[in-house]
Protein backbone atom coordinates (compact mmCIF):
# COMPACT_ATOMS: atom_id res chain seq x y z
CA UNK A 1 0.00 0.00 0.00
CA UNK A 2 1.67 3.06 -1.04
CA UNK A 3 1.72 5.32 2.03
CA UNK A 4 1.75 9.25 2.61
CA UNK A 5 5.88 8.74 4.87
CA UNK A 6 7.53 7.90 1.45
CA UNK A 7 6.37 10.70 -0.91
CA UNK A 8 9.18 13.11 -1.97
CA UNK A 9 7.43 15.66 -2.94
CA UNK A 10 4.07 17.24 -4.15
CA UNK A 11 4.44 16.41 -7.77
CA UNK A 12 4.59 12.44 -6.25
CA UNK A 13 1.81 12.82 -4.14
CA UNK A 14 -0.27 14.51 -7.81
CA UNK A 15 0.79 11.27 -9.55
CA UNK A 16 -0.89 9.34 -6.79
CA UNK A 17 -3.74 11.57 -6.82
CA UNK A 18 -3.95 11.09 -10.77
CA UNK A 19 -3.73 7.43 -10.03
CA UNK A 20 -6.63 7.07 -7.74
CA UNK A 21 -9.36 9.52 -9.25
CA UNK A 22 -11.01 8.78 -12.61
CA UNK A 23 -12.96 9.73 -13.54
CA UNK A 24 -12.14 13.45 -12.25
CA UNK A 25 -14.57 14.37 -9.49
CA UNK A 26 -15.11 18.01 -8.07
CA UNK A 27 -14.07 16.99 -4.64
CA UNK A 28 -11.27 15.83 -5.64
CA UNK A 29 -10.05 19.10 -7.62
CA UNK A 30 -11.17 21.07 -4.08
CA UNK A 31 -9.55 19.20 -2.17
CA UNK A 32 -6.66 19.93 -3.96
CA UNK A 33 -7.12 23.20 -3.82
CA UNK A 34 -7.67 23.83 -1.00
CA UNK A 35 -4.46 21.50 0.73
CA UNK A 36 -1.51 20.57 -0.76
CA UNK A 37 -1.67 17.41 -2.47
CA UNK A 38 0.56 15.71 0.63
CA UNK A 39 -1.62 17.20 2.92
CA UNK A 40 -4.76 15.66 0.96
CA UNK A 41 -3.38 12.35 0.92
CA UNK A 42 -3.30 12.56 4.63
CA UNK A 43 -6.79 13.73 4.93
CA UNK A 44 -7.58 10.41 2.90
CA UNK A 45 -5.53 8.35 5.18
CA UNK A 46 -8.35 5.01 6.60
CA UNK A 47 -6.74 6.21 10.12
CA UNK A 48 -9.76 8.82 10.36
CA UNK A 49 -13.38 8.08 10.49
CA UNK A 50 -15.40 9.64 7.58
CA UNK A 51 -16.78 12.14 10.19
CA UNK A 52 -13.50 13.12 11.19
CA UNK A 53 -12.38 13.86 7.53
CA UNK A 54 -15.58 15.88 7.20
CA UNK A 55 -15.04 17.95 9.78
CA UNK A 56 -11.73 18.76 8.39
CA UNK A 57 -12.94 20.09 4.93
CA UNK A 58 -13.15 24.06 4.97
CA UNK A 59 -16.36 25.63 5.18
CA UNK A 60 -16.08 27.23 2.02
CA UNK A 61 -15.49 23.73 0.11
CA UNK A 62 -18.80 22.28 1.66
CA UNK A 63 -20.59 25.69 0.83
CA UNK A 64 -19.24 24.98 -2.63
CA UNK A 65 -19.76 21.33 -3.16
CA UNK A 66 -20.86 20.36 -5.93
CA UNK A 67 -21.55 16.86 -5.29
CA UNK A 68 -24.21 15.67 -2.52
CA UNK A 69 -22.47 15.22 0.99
CA UNK A 70 -24.23 11.37 1.10
CA UNK A 71 -21.93 10.60 -2.31
CA UNK A 72 -18.35 11.24 -0.51
CA UNK A 73 -18.31 8.35 1.66
CA UNK A 74 -18.31 6.08 -1.42
CA UNK A 75 -15.91 8.06 -3.39
CA UNK A 76 -13.45 7.98 -0.42
CA UNK A 77 -14.26 4.46 -0.08
CA UNK A 78 -12.91 4.34 -3.78
CA UNK A 79 -10.22 6.18 -3.99
CA UNK A 80 -8.62 4.70 -0.31
CA UNK A 81 -9.52 0.90 -2.33
CA UNK A 82 -6.88 2.42 -5.07
CA UNK A 83 -4.68 3.53 -3.01
CA UNK A 84 -4.22 -0.17 -1.47
CA UNK A 85 -3.06 -0.68 -5.20
CA UNK A 86 -1.05 2.13 -6.28
CA UNK A 87 2.88 1.75 -6.72
CA UNK A 88 3.90 4.84 -6.97
CA UNK A 89 7.86 3.56 -7.06
CA UNK A 90 6.45 1.32 -10.30
CA UNK A 91 5.02 4.08 -12.16
CA UNK A 92 8.00 6.29 -12.19
CA UNK A 93 10.28 3.29 -13.09
CA UNK A 94 8.32 2.93 -15.88
CA UNK A 95 7.79 6.39 -16.87
CA UNK A 96 11.52 6.49 -16.95
CA UNK A 97 11.84 3.40 -19.39
CA UNK A 98 10.00 5.25 -21.59
CA UNK A 99 11.04 8.40 -21.74
CA UNK A 100 7.87 9.98 -20.29
CA UNK A 101 7.09 12.55 -17.56
CA UNK A 102 4.45 13.75 -15.25
CA UNK A 103 3.12 17.60 -15.92
CA UNK A 104 1.22 18.95 -13.07
CA UNK A 105 -1.22 22.33 -13.69
CA UNK A 106 1.36 24.66 -12.52
CA UNK A 107 4.11 23.23 -14.95
CA UNK A 108 5.22 25.57 -17.27
CA UNK A 109 4.54 23.29 -20.41
CA UNK A 110 1.27 22.45 -19.07
CA UNK A 111 -1.72 23.21 -21.56
CA UNK A 112 -3.70 26.18 -20.69
CA UNK A 113 -7.05 25.70 -22.40
CA UNK A 114 -7.28 22.44 -20.31
CA UNK A 115 -8.36 25.14 -16.97
CA UNK A 116 -10.86 26.35 -19.15
CA UNK A 117 -12.78 22.89 -17.76
CA UNK A 118 -13.16 23.49 -14.65
CA UNK A 119 -13.08 20.79 -12.19
CA UNK A 120 -13.11 18.58 -14.64
CA UNK A 121 -9.91 19.65 -15.86
CA UNK A 122 -7.11 16.81 -15.30
CA UNK A 123 -5.54 16.48 -12.04
CA UNK A 124 -2.36 15.61 -13.90
CA UNK A 125 -1.10 14.42 -17.66
CA UNK A 126 1.68 11.64 -18.72
CA UNK A 127 3.69 12.97 -21.89
CA UNK A 128 6.12 11.34 -23.84
CA UNK A 129 7.46 13.82 -26.22
CA UNK A 130 7.29 17.57 -25.63
CA UNK A 131 4.36 19.95 -25.78
CA UNK A 132 4.51 22.18 -28.71
CA UNK A 133 3.48 25.37 -28.20
CA UNK A 134 2.06 26.78 -31.60
CA UNK A 135 -2.03 27.40 -32.44
CA UNK A 136 -3.95 24.02 -31.78
CA UNK A 137 -6.08 23.07 -34.00
CA UNK A 138 -8.20 19.77 -33.24
CA UNK A 139 -8.88 17.54 -36.20
CA UNK A 140 -11.22 14.92 -35.27
CA UNK A 141 -13.55 11.82 -37.01
CA UNK A 142 -14.65 8.86 -37.51
CA UNK A 143 -12.73 5.79 -37.10
CA UNK A 144 -14.47 3.59 -40.10
CA UNK A 145 -13.28 6.90 -42.40
CA UNK A 146 -13.74 6.80 -45.89
CA UNK A 147 -11.30 7.46 -48.77
CA UNK A 148 -12.65 11.19 -48.77
CA UNK A 149 -12.31 11.84 -45.48
CA UNK A 150 -9.02 10.67 -44.90
CA UNK A 151 -7.77 12.70 -47.87
CA UNK A 152 -9.60 15.89 -46.50
CA UNK A 153 -8.23 15.34 -42.96
CA UNK A 154 -4.61 14.78 -44.33
CA UNK A 155 -4.57 17.36 -46.79
CA UNK A 156 -6.45 20.11 -44.32
CA UNK A 157 -3.59 18.57 -41.41
CA UNK A 158 -0.69 18.98 -44.10
CA UNK A 159 -1.62 22.85 -44.96
CA UNK A 160 -2.30 23.86 -41.53
CA UNK A 161 1.00 22.18 -40.40
CA UNK A 162 2.92 24.26 -42.93
CA UNK A 163 0.94 27.57 -41.61
CA UNK A 164 2.20 26.84 -38.18
CA UNK A 165 -0.27 25.23 -36.43
CA UNK A 166 -0.07 22.60 -33.82
CA UNK A 167 -2.78 19.67 -35.19
CA UNK A 168 -4.52 18.12 -32.13
CA UNK A 169 -6.28 14.18 -32.83
CA UNK A 170 -7.05 11.22 -30.60
CA UNK A 171 -4.21 9.08 -32.13
CA UNK A 172 -6.75 6.27 -33.30
CA UNK A 173 -7.55 4.61 -37.00
CA UNK A 174 -9.25 6.63 -39.76
CA UNK A 175 -9.88 10.10 -39.23
CA UNK A 176 -7.26 10.95 -36.42
CA UNK A 177 -4.42 8.93 -38.28
CA UNK A 178 -4.83 10.67 -41.36
CA UNK A 179 -4.44 14.60 -39.29
CA UNK A 180 -1.62 13.18 -37.73
CA UNK A 181 0.29 11.61 -40.91
CA UNK A 182 -0.51 14.93 -42.38
CA UNK A 183 1.04 16.74 -40.15
CA UNK A 184 4.04 14.33 -40.01
CA UNK A 185 4.47 14.45 -43.94
CA UNK A 186 5.28 18.17 -43.85
CA UNK A 187 7.12 17.93 -40.86
CA UNK A 188 4.83 19.74 -38.81
CA UNK A 189 3.81 19.25 -35.13
CA UNK A 190 0.97 17.02 -33.59
CA UNK A 191 -0.40 16.01 -30.74
CA UNK A 192 -2.29 12.68 -29.67
CA UNK A 193 -4.43 12.41 -27.00
CA UNK A 194 -4.55 8.90 -25.57
CA UNK A 195 -7.31 6.86 -24.07
CA UNK A 196 -4.49 4.62 -21.87
CA UNK A 197 -1.43 4.86 -20.15
CA UNK A 198 1.70 6.40 -22.38
CA UNK A 199 3.87 3.65 -21.83
CA UNK A 200 1.90 0.88 -24.05
CA UNK A 201 1.02 2.97 -27.28
CA UNK A 202 -2.41 1.50 -28.68
CA UNK A 203 -3.51 0.43 -31.16
CA UNK A 204 -0.49 -2.06 -31.69
CA UNK A 205 -1.18 -1.22 -35.32
CA UNK A 206 -0.04 2.06 -35.67
CA UNK A 207 2.45 1.91 -33.08
CA UNK A 208 5.14 3.21 -35.69
CA UNK A 209 2.80 6.33 -36.36
CA UNK A 210 2.90 7.07 -32.30
CA UNK A 211 6.12 6.97 -32.10
CA UNK A 212 6.98 9.34 -35.12
CA UNK A 213 4.51 11.85 -33.49
CA UNK A 214 6.60 11.98 -30.06
CA UNK A 215 10.18 12.54 -31.99
CA UNK A 216 8.22 15.60 -33.45
CA UNK A 217 5.15 16.72 -30.75
CA UNK A 218 3.87 14.05 -28.18
CA UNK A 219 1.60 11.71 -27.13
CA UNK A 220 -0.41 12.74 -23.69
CA UNK A 221 -2.72 10.63 -21.66
CA UNK A 222 -4.62 11.64 -18.11
CA UNK A 223 -4.22 8.11 -16.84
CA UNK A 224 -0.72 6.51 -15.34
CA UNK A 225 0.93 3.97 -16.90
CA UNK A 226 0.08 0.57 -17.03
CA UNK A 227 -3.76 2.25 -17.38
CA UNK A 228 -5.20 -0.09 -20.11
CA UNK A 229 -7.35 1.50 -22.96
CA UNK A 230 -11.26 1.30 -22.36
CA UNK A 231 -13.96 2.94 -23.52
CA UNK A 232 -15.22 4.62 -20.97
CA UNK A 233 -11.68 6.37 -20.97
CA UNK A 234 -12.11 7.59 -24.64
CA UNK A 235 -14.57 9.26 -24.05
CA UNK A 236 -13.63 11.01 -21.04
CA UNK A 237 -10.62 11.52 -23.13
CA UNK A 238 -12.57 13.63 -25.92
CA UNK A 239 -12.82 16.60 -23.46
CA UNK A 240 -9.10 16.99 -23.10
CA UNK A 241 -8.56 16.95 -27.25
CA UNK A 242 -11.80 20.00 -27.44
CA UNK A 243 -10.17 21.60 -24.36
CA UNK A 244 -6.31 21.78 -25.68
CA UNK A 245 -7.52 22.95 -28.79
CA UNK A 246 -8.26 26.61 -30.01
CA UNK A 247 -10.92 25.05 -32.27
CA UNK A 248 -12.34 21.68 -33.27
CA UNK A 249 -12.92 20.71 -36.92
CA UNK A 250 -15.45 17.13 -37.47
CA UNK A 251 -13.94 15.89 -40.73
CA UNK A 252 -15.98 12.68 -40.97
CA UNK A 253 -18.06 11.25 -38.81
CA UNK A 254 -21.28 9.11 -38.74
CA UNK A 255 -24.71 10.13 -36.57
CA UNK A 256 -22.90 8.33 -32.98
CA UNK A 257 -19.75 9.05 -33.43
CA UNK A 258 -17.54 9.80 -30.41
CA UNK A 259 -15.89 12.93 -32.66
CA UNK A 260 -19.21 14.44 -31.83
CA UNK A 261 -19.02 14.37 -28.12
CA UNK A 262 -15.85 16.12 -28.85
CA UNK A 263 -17.88 18.91 -30.84
CA UNK A 264 -19.95 19.19 -27.77
CA UNK A 265 -17.31 19.36 -25.26
CA UNK A 266 -15.90 22.23 -27.41
CA UNK A 267 -19.41 24.22 -27.79
CA UNK A 268 -19.53 23.65 -24.09
CA UNK A 269 -16.84 25.51 -23.02
CA UNK A 270 -17.03 28.11 -25.82
CA UNK A 271 -14.93 26.93 -28.59
CA UNK A 272 -15.66 27.50 -32.45
CA UNK A 273 -16.25 24.00 -34.18
CA UNK A 274 -16.66 23.41 -37.39
CA UNK A 275 -17.48 20.47 -39.61
CA UNK A 276 -16.48 19.04 -42.96
CA UNK A 277 -19.84 18.40 -45.35
CA UNK A 278 -20.16 15.19 -46.69
CA UNK A 279 -22.37 13.54 -48.84
CA UNK A 280 -25.84 13.21 -47.56
CA UNK A 281 -26.26 9.70 -48.38
CA UNK A 282 -23.07 8.44 -46.93
CA UNK A 283 -23.70 7.31 -43.94
CA UNK A 284 -19.69 8.46 -42.41
CA UNK A 285 -21.27 11.96 -42.80
CA UNK A 286 -24.30 11.45 -41.31
CA UNK A 287 -23.16 13.36 -37.99
CA UNK A 288 -21.44 15.92 -39.85
CA UNK A 289 -24.07 17.30 -41.99
CA UNK A 290 -25.74 16.99 -38.88
CA UNK A 291 -23.45 18.90 -36.60
CA UNK A 292 -23.94 21.73 -39.79
CA UNK A 293 -27.74 21.82 -39.39
CA UNK A 294 -27.54 22.39 -35.57
CA UNK A 295 -25.18 25.44 -36.28
CA UNK A 296 -21.28 24.36 -36.47
CA UNK A 297 -19.22 26.23 -39.22
CA UNK A 298 -19.46 24.75 -42.49
CA UNK A 299 -15.39 24.58 -43.62
CA UNK A 300 -14.06 23.52 -46.31
CA UNK A 301 -10.16 25.05 -46.91
CA UNK A 302 -7.70 24.91 -44.33
CA UNK A 303 -8.29 29.21 -44.09
CA UNK A 304 -11.44 28.64 -42.98
CA UNK A 305 -10.45 26.84 -40.05
CA UNK A 306 -7.81 29.03 -39.35
CA UNK A 307 -10.14 32.38 -39.23
CA UNK A 308 -12.28 30.11 -37.30
CA UNK A 309 -9.73 29.70 -34.51
CA UNK A 310 -9.09 33.39 -34.06
CA UNK A 311 -10.62 34.77 -30.83
CA UNK A 312 -13.79 36.25 -32.82
CA UNK A 313 -17.06 36.36 -31.26
CA UNK A 314 -18.13 32.64 -31.32
CA UNK A 315 -21.88 31.25 -31.29
CA UNK A 316 -22.15 30.15 -28.33
CA UNK A 317 -25.26 28.80 -26.69
CA UNK A 318 -26.66 28.78 -29.86
CA UNK A 319 -24.78 25.76 -31.30
CA UNK A 320 -26.69 23.20 -30.53
CA UNK A 321 -25.23 19.21 -30.36
CA UNK A 322 -27.45 16.49 -30.31
CA UNK A 323 -24.98 13.82 -29.53
CA UNK A 324 -24.69 11.03 -27.01
CA UNK A 325 -22.02 11.94 -24.76
CA UNK A 326 -21.70 8.42 -23.17
CA UNK A 327 -22.83 8.80 -19.94
CA UNK A 328 -26.04 7.75 -18.90
CA UNK A 329 -27.48 8.03 -22.07
CA UNK A 330 -28.27 4.12 -22.82
CA UNK A 331 -31.00 3.32 -25.20
CA UNK A 332 -33.32 0.62 -24.64
CA UNK A 333 -31.42 -2.52 -24.45
CA UNK A 334 -27.92 -1.12 -24.21
CA UNK A 335 -25.98 -0.96 -20.84
CA UNK A 336 -26.09 1.93 -19.17
CA UNK A 337 -22.65 3.86 -18.89
CA UNK A 338 -20.78 2.79 -15.54
CA UNK A 339 -22.23 -1.14 -16.13
CA UNK A 340 -20.60 -0.91 -19.72
CA UNK A 341 -17.82 0.42 -17.85
CA UNK A 342 -17.78 -2.39 -15.83
CA UNK A 343 -17.73 -5.00 -18.06
CA UNK A 344 -14.97 -3.33 -20.19
CA UNK A 345 -12.72 -3.78 -17.43
CA UNK A 346 -12.85 -7.66 -17.46
CA UNK A 347 -10.08 -9.71 -18.87
CA UNK A 348 -10.65 -10.72 -22.35
CA UNK A 349 -9.78 -13.78 -21.68
CA UNK A 350 -9.05 -14.90 -18.42
CA UNK A 351 -11.03 -14.18 -15.02
CA UNK A 352 -10.89 -11.75 -12.79
CA UNK A 353 -11.45 -10.94 -8.98
CA UNK A 354 -14.09 -7.95 -7.66
CA UNK A 355 -10.95 -6.24 -5.75
CA UNK A 356 -8.82 -5.81 -9.30
CA UNK A 357 -11.93 -5.41 -11.27
CA UNK A 358 -12.61 -2.73 -8.86
CA UNK A 359 -9.59 -1.01 -9.18
CA UNK A 360 -9.05 -1.22 -13.00
CA UNK A 361 -12.83 0.52 -13.21
CA UNK A 362 -11.78 2.86 -10.91
CA UNK A 363 -14.46 2.14 -8.86
CA UNK A 364 -15.31 0.85 -5.30
CA UNK A 365 -15.96 -2.67 -4.48
CA UNK A 366 -19.44 -1.79 -3.38
CA UNK A 367 -20.20 -0.16 -6.41
CA UNK A 368 -19.04 -2.71 -8.59
CA UNK A 369 -20.90 -5.60 -6.97
CA UNK A 370 -24.44 -4.75 -7.65
CA UNK A 371 -23.24 -4.39 -11.03
CA UNK A 372 -21.71 -7.79 -11.55
CA UNK A 373 -24.86 -9.22 -10.36
CA UNK A 374 -26.47 -6.70 -13.22
CA UNK A 375 -24.51 -8.16 -15.95
CA UNK A 376 -24.69 -11.48 -14.46
CA UNK A 377 -28.43 -11.82 -14.70
CA UNK A 378 -28.37 -10.33 -18.49
CA UNK A 379 -25.77 -13.32 -19.47
CA UNK A 380 -22.84 -9.89 -19.71
CA UNK A 381 -20.68 -12.10 -17.14
CA UNK A 382 -20.38 -15.49 -15.12
CA UNK A 383 -18.82 -15.62 -12.09
CA UNK A 384 -16.31 -18.90 -11.75
CA UNK A 385 -15.71 -18.15 -7.91
CA UNK A 386 -15.96 -16.56 -4.69
CA UNK A 387 -15.69 -12.91 -5.63
CA UNK A 388 -14.50 -14.25 -9.19
CA UNK A 389 -15.97 -12.99 -12.85
CA UNK A 390 -15.44 -13.04 -16.37
CA UNK A 391 -17.06 -12.22 -19.28
CA UNK A 392 -19.87 -14.17 -20.16
CA UNK A 393 -21.22 -15.22 -24.15
CA UNK A 394 -23.06 -12.25 -24.26
CA UNK A 395 -21.60 -9.13 -25.76
CA UNK A 396 -22.66 -5.55 -25.22
CA UNK A 397 -23.42 -3.82 -28.56
CA UNK A 398 -21.10 -0.79 -29.61
Known amino acids: MQTVANIESPK ?6 SYLVEPVEPFAKQLLAVFDPIKALEWLAPENSFSQKWEQVPMEVKNELIIGHQRLPIMVERWQERLKECNLNAMKDRLREVNANFLAPNDADWPIGLNDLGYEAPIGLWVRGKLPKQLPIALV ?7 YGDRVASDFSAQLAEAGATIISGGAFGIDAA ?4 ALAVLGKTVAFMAGGVDELYPLALRELHEEIIRTGAIVSEYPPFARPAR ?15 CTVVVEAGNRSGALATARRAQEIGRPVGSVPGAI ?8 NQLLRNGATCVT ?14 KGEDFNVEVIPGIDTALPGELSAVARRVWD ?14 NAAGLSQSEVKPILTELQLQGYVVQTGPQEYKRGIRVPEG
Do not use: V, Y
Open 12 to 17: DAMMIW
Open 141 to 147: GARASSL
Open 179 to 182: AHRG
Open 232 to 246: WRFLHRNRLIAAASR
Open 281 to 288: NAPTSQGT
Open 301 to 314: SPEQIIALCRPIET
Open 345 to 358: SLPKRSNAKIARLA
